[in-house]
């Protein structure tokens, strides 16, 4: 396939690929449309019948590499998951979800262009869906967004009654299309967060992006000019009933706790098993419709009713769910980790941050701009720009926000310029008029850059030339996890006699509510060798996803005029200091991972260490001790109030006696968060009532190092 595609195609599948030979047949060789397919697994292909159907199988996945691409994660995704997968290895700027048993009819691809540029209003595009002997199928396809009544009926198995008996006319808005067949614009489905895997391994997942796309005032429109053949699949016949059952009743359940509150999902809860025993004991009256027959019929509600007594253990974990799926439906190849990613480092690796001979990444090169953030940092500046030139990786600029320096900092950018341009780096330089703090800088530098990544950098960070594709290959490698942010192995400049010590291996919380970076000072021994989730990212030298820092940022209008218009990505109230850890908290709450990366590694020479805390300007000082309440203020649920109370008191006691005797420029901060304790309480209730994921799972990280991917 020659030249950038517009309009790429993101086909989950899972289970037996014949379905795929039609849509196969039926998408047309032309460059402009693209064709990936992720291939989930399924059940294993029966060779019964001396191979021939596992040879059939071979050759519709021949096609589908000759057609198109395919993409092989390993394991399981579920639907969500796996489109977003497809999503980011796709290079159209606009996504065509298509279920396995969907294809486009003659024109239809070219109708949704033609839709797209008609409507540059439109969020997404809903085609028209006709079964194979021609019925429209608006009925179940064109919804809006349930209510939390119509979902609790659904908790006592009373079916859903279509909307309407008529067809829409074209254009009209449609509050929630079905992902059988829908087109968006990549630009809304990246802001969107994409669809959340936490809805595994099927259904609701399109209500969820539908619902959070409608939030950010978003439109999708029906355009029945563009007409798509779908048979209604097969994915509960090969699933099976009391497996179908237990996770569409599970993703209701989230569904309503998300988008309708806690009380309505706890209410289903109660339902659900007394609609279970009220089918089961009309199965022998009636049938329903997606069982088999009536015994299993019979044996799926039993399974489901076991299931939703127990609060889905058995379902809840992505990985039991896959194995009960039947796994992989064929083993090897496909493999999307980089090869060695999981392996510990070697030495030479950890000291250079280069890869071993023979190994090679691979990835969907992807813009990404390099934010630096500058305050009095003129001598840093020739080394930090060296390094940035030295990254390998393509295409990538600077933006550089000067906040009111002193030094000549912004006139000895622009004269080392030519390093980066040499190197086909562009460089923007933004001066400002007043020190607004690393917060204030970054949310300047990001409002200057449209990239799909950001790599937040300070001036005396030295990243090695692998660093960003490092940091990229581990993102790709997990399409599982909705990676929001990624850091790399940081270490301080060598001692005199050679010795390396660690700078920051991602951050880690302790019950007195410090953050801390993992390793910070120790003696390099190798140790944090292996790939890891983590709390969160130092903000000296991390990779951000952008579409999870408009997902996670600050919704408050107020914040945006102090800023001059920037997007509050970074709360400008912490100016300097803890501002990367309340972005944590943020990501964190909206359901975004941040990962270890120990391949890509850095050098970073920190100045501010708590142990140099008295030699620190009083302004840091300040800053410091207000932005630890404010973190709390913001964050701190009333169960880890509780559990975290000793240790954070006598944390607390401790801080105040220090100011009292020995750092009393620092006593102010008291006074400030008194006097901003209305709308610290009223911002703390915008940050929470976007939160999408229990408080619980976040108290899981305070005591805890790191998480296994």
């Not at 806690?262 to 419709?289: E, I, S, T, Y």
């Not at 951000?544 to 997902?551: E, G, M, N, S, V």
Request: net charge positive; glycine share 10%; proline share 6%.
């Amino acid at each position: 396939m020659q030249g950038q595609p517009l309009l790429s195609a993101v086909v989950v599948h899972w289970g037996n690929p014949a379905p795929l030979a039609a849509l196969l047949d039926a998408w047309p060789a032309d460059p402009r449309f693209e064709l990936l397919v992720v291939d989930n697994g399924g059940a294993d292909v029966a060779a019964s019948d001396g191979g021939k159907e596992r040879a059939a199988a071979d050759a519709v996945w021949a096609r589908v590499e000759e057609r198109g691409r395919l993409l092989r994660p390993g394991r399981n995704l579920g639907f969500g998951g796996g489109a977003n997968a497809g999503a980011r290895a796709a290079r159209g700027d606009l996504l065509l979800i298509l279920n396995p048993d969907a294809r486009p009819e003659p024109g239809a691809l070219e109708a949704l262009l033609d839709g797209f540029a008609a409507h540059p209003e439109a969020a997404g595009l809903a085609p028209r869906l006709v079964g194979e002997d021609g019925e429209a199928q608006f009925r179940w396809q064109l919804r809006r967004l349930p209510s939390a009544a119509q979902l609790l009926l659904q908790a006592l198995l009373v079916p859903a009654v279509p909307e309407s008996a008529v067809e829409p006319a074209a254009g009209t808005a449609v509050e929630q299309p079905a992902a059988a067949a829908l087109a968006l614009r990549r630009a809304a489905f990246d802001a969107a967060g994409g669809f959340d895997p936490g809805f595994y391994a099927a259904w609701f997942e399109d209500v969820d992006l539908a619902a959070r796309l409608a939030g950010r005032g978003e439109r999708l429109l029906y355009h029945p000019a563009a007409l798509f053949r779908h048979g209604l699949g097969g994915t509960v016949g090969q699933l099976g009933f009391g497996r179908f059952l237990a996770a569409y009743q599970r993703n209701l359940v989230r569904y309503l706790r998300l988008h309708h509150g806690r009380g309505a999902a706890a209410l289903a809860r109660l339902l659900l098993p007394a609609g279970l025993l009220w089918r089961l004991l009309a199965v022998p009256l009636r049938k329903p419709r997606r069982a088999t027959s009536r015994r299993d019929a019979a044996a799926g509600l039993l399974a489901a009713l076991g299931a939703a007594l127990t609060g889905w253990r058995g379902v809840d974990d992505a990985a039991q769910l896959a194995a009960a799926a039947g796994g992989a439906w064929r083993t090897g190849g496909g493999a999307t980790q980089p090869p060695g990613a999981d392996r510990p480092l070697s030495e030479a690796q950890r000291d250079t941050g280069e890869e071993s001979d023979g190994e090679t990444l691979h990835h969907t090169p992807a813009a990404v701009t390099v934010c630096i953030v500058t305050h009095d940092d003129a001598g840093d500046l020739a080394g930090c720009f060296d390094a940035v030139a030295a990254l390998r990786h393509r295409p990538l600029d600077v933006v550089l926000v000067d906040c009111a320096s002193g030094d000549g900092t912004v006139a000895e950018a622009r004269r080392l310029a030519p390093r980066l341009e040499g190197a086909g780096v562009p460089l923007t330089v933004v001066p400002l008029d007043d020190n607004r703090g690393f917060a204030g800088g970054m949310n300047a530098a990001l409002a200057r850059s449209a990239a799909p990544w950001a790599l937040s950098l300070n001036a005396d960070a030295r990243p090695r030339p692998g660093y960003v594709d490092r940091l990229l290959a581990r993102a790709a490698a997990l399409p599982h996890l909705r990676v929001g942010a990624l850091t790399g192995r940081l270490l301080r400049p060598a001692d005199g006699d050679g010795r390396r010590r660690l700078d920051a291996c991602g951050m880690r919380l302790a019950r007195t509510w410090r953050h801390l970076d993992r390793g910070s000072g120790e003696a390099d021994r190798g140790q944090y060798g292996n790939p890891a989730r983590v709390f969160g990212a130092t903000g000296a030298a991390s990779l951000f996803r952008r579409a999870a820092l408009i997902d996670a940022a600050l919704d408050d209008a107020a914040l945006e005029d102090d800023e001059q218009g920037d997007r509050a990505i970074f709360d400008p109230r912490f100016h300097s200091f803890r501002e990367d850890a309340e972005l944590a908290f943020r990501l964190r709450e909206r359901g975004w991972e941040v990962v270890y990366e120990p391949a890509a590694v850095a050098e970073h020479r920190r100045s501010n260490l708590p142990e140099r805390r008295r030699a620190m300007p009083s302004q840091v000082n300040f800053h410091s001790l207000k932005n630890r309440y404010l973190l709390r203020a913001y964050h701190q649920s009333r169960r880890n109030l509780f559990v975290t109370l000793v240790p954070t008191l006598a944390r607390d006691l401790g801080a105040l006696g220090y100011c009292l005797l020995l750092e009393r420029t620092s006593l102010p901060a008291y006074g400030w968060l008194w006097r901003q304790r209305r709308e610290i309480v009223a911002r703390r209730r915008r940050i929470q009532a976007r939160r999408t994921v229990a408080a619980r799972q976040i108290d899981r990280w305070f005591g805890r190092s790191e998480m296994p991917l």
